[in-house]
């Protein structure tokens, strides 16, 4: 993943400055920061559920803005808040999660499959701790 004066603005309002970064293949990465930072709208940007403004970035080599699709296809992302009912289980979660990227049939159980392996999740059907907080 790949950054260079990645920008959002909105109106009068800059939500997003100028985000910088290069991380490496299999690094672990925290944004964190006061709210208010970006690191939402950030986050928006980098999975291309928002255009950016200014500057640009690449995820697994792929431009997030003309090669929106192929960033999808690779990409999984979890915001801290749930959209999703907290009462159904995590394949179903992941179910979900695979048919609004745009997956079918057997798309949808092969990369639920492979998700959970990778997630060394043994309780496939165990309901998701995925309540929101009062």
């Given amino acids: ?76 992302l979890v915001f801290q808040e749930t959209s999703v009912d907290g009462l159904l289980t995590v394949e179903e979660n992941l179910r979900f999660a695979a048919r609004l990227s745009g997956l079918a049939g057997r798309e949808v159980r092969s990369a639920v499959t492979a998700a959970i392996a990778r997630a060394g999740h043994r309780g496939r059907r165990a309901r998701a701790r995925l309540r929101r907080r009062p």
């Fill in 1 to 76: 993943m790949a950054a260079d004066g990645l920008g959002r603005d909105y109106a009068d309002v800059r939500a997003l400055d100028s985000l910088t970064l290069d991380v490496p293949a299999g690094a672990l990465v925290g944004l964190l920061g006061p709210n208010g930072a970006g690191k939402t709208t950030a986050m928006l940007l980098l999975a291309t559920l928002l255009a950016p403004t200014r500057g640009g970035a690449r995820i697994f080599g792929h431009d997030v803005v003309r090669e929106r699709a192929a960033v999808r296809r690779r990409l999984g």
